[in-house]
């Protein structure tokens, strides 16, 4: 089991940026892929970006390429989405995700955290 817990999700204005964290524990973390994805009402939940176990390799959904960046700290089992030039359509519930696999799809994720909100004001 690995269990996940995301923090520094918030209000803030369009142009904005915020950093999203996610603590990891349990099983060994720095072994399986991480992914970050986000939900907003009355939406499916997507895929904003996924880092590999190792941090060699990244993916980002086409929404937020050029303005998020993913990363890990694999010693402090840490997961991290930086977020610049926040739009009002980021508006959403942010969850990260651990899985065996390098994946944009959600259904390849077997660990998930409880999300945490980021609002983006016009």
């Known amino acids: 089991q690995v269990q996940l817990v995301e923090s520094g999700g918030g209000l803030v204005q369009a142009g904005g940026s915020l950093r999203l964290s996610c603590a990891a524990s349990?099983?060994?973390?720095?072994?399986?892929?991480m992914g970050w994805f986000r939900q907003a009402p009355g939406k499916e939940r997507e895929f904003v970006a996924a880092?590999?176990?190792?941090?060699?390799?990244?993916n980002y959904a086409d929404s937020v390429k050029g303005r998020f960046t993913i990363s890990r700290d694999n010693a402090k089992n840490m997961g991290y989405l930086q977020m610049n030039s926040l739009k009002p359509e980021d508006t959403a519930v942010y969850y990260c995700?651990?899985?065996?696999?390098?994946?944009?799809?959600?259904?390849?994720?077997?660990?998930w955290g409880q999300g945490t909100q980021v609002t983006i004001s016009s």
């Open positions: 995700a651990a899985a065996g696999t390098f994946s944009s799809w959600p259904e390849d994720y077997d660990y």
């Open positions: 349990g099983r060994t973390f720095s072994s399986y892929d």
């Open positions: 880092i590999r176990w190792s941090g060699g390799n990244t």
